[in-house]
């Protein structure tokens, strides 16, 4: 399965909603899907997985939604340290990655 | 809290090996999946390689099959992964990361990762 992320940089200010996607090369079943966030010099966090669910410990402002080719990352409101790239992944056989997207200071 | 350590990176010529650990601590390593993902410098991240949590199933990427082999050892609560046959393109941060296991193959916890830079 490959993962394709758009856009690649989405540039937004704090306080506005952005809106991430990603899309699959074939269904992902049972919605075995998973996003991530990283900020520079740091290890990925897991933020969303079975597409929908938070992690623990993962404000509420995150949002996962979709299902088999289609997926998608909402923040509702943007925080000072949401500024980050964002990583889907397909967390069944395959565990492939996106590319990622760059959500920057606009 | 859990905690992922990472070592064993560093300088190797291409062709050389190099054998990564990582010591985890915090929870029942036991009874978790471990994983490899590693990422390019300025790149995205690539899974590597899992090995399940009795080393009953073990997988790996394409681009490391055959060359890279990866263990664990749950006595020492550790993870390995040997690396043969080093190409320049495998120059990454190497992240070992846990996984609940048993098909859902997220990726809960990170360590905080280990360079290895191939280069002659």
């Known amino acids: 399965i490959v993962l394709t992320q758009s856009p690649g940089t989405l540039s937004l200010s704090p306080g506005e909603r952005a809106t991430l996607s990603c899309r699959a090369s074939?269904?992902?079943?049972?919605?075995?899907l998973a996003w991530y966030q990283q900020k520079p010099g740091q290890a990925p966090r897991l933020l969303i997985y079975?597409?929908?669910t938070r992690a623990t410990g993962i404000p509420d402002r995150f949002s996962g939604s979709g299902s088999g080719t289609d997926f998608t990352l909402t923040i509702s409101r943007l925080e000072p340290e949401d500024f980050a790239v964002y990583y889907c992944?397909?967390?069944?056989?395959?565990?492939?990655f996106g590319g990622g997207t760059k959500v920057e200071i606009k | 809290e859990v905690q992922l350590v990472e070592s064993g990176g560093g300088l190797v010529k291409p062709g050389g090996s190099q054998r990564l650990s990582c010591v985890a601590s915090?929870?029942?390593?036991?009874?978790?999946?471990m994983n490899w993902v590693r990422q390019a410098p300025g790149k995205g991240l690539e899974w590597v390689s899992s090995?399940?949590?009795?080393?009953?199933?073990?997988f790996y990427a394409d681009s490391v099959k055959g060359r890279f082999s990866i263990s664990r050892d749950n006595a020492k609560n550790s993870l390995y992964l040997q690396m043969n046959s080093l190409r320049a393109d495998d120059t990454a941060v190497y992240y070992c990361?846990?996984?609940?296991?048993?098909?859902?193959?997220?990726?809960?916890?990170w360590g905080q990762g280990t360079l290895v830079t191939v280069s002659s």
């Open positions: 990361a846990r996984a609940p296991g048993r098909g859902l193959n997220y990726f809960e916890d």
């Open positions: 915090g929870f029942t390593f036991s009874i978790y999946s």
């Open positions: 090995v399940s949590r009795n080393s009953d199933y073990i």
């Open positions: 074939q269904s992902v079943t049972s919605r075995d």
């Open positions: 079975g597409a929908s």
């Open positions: 992944q397909q967390h069944g056989d395959s565990r492939a």
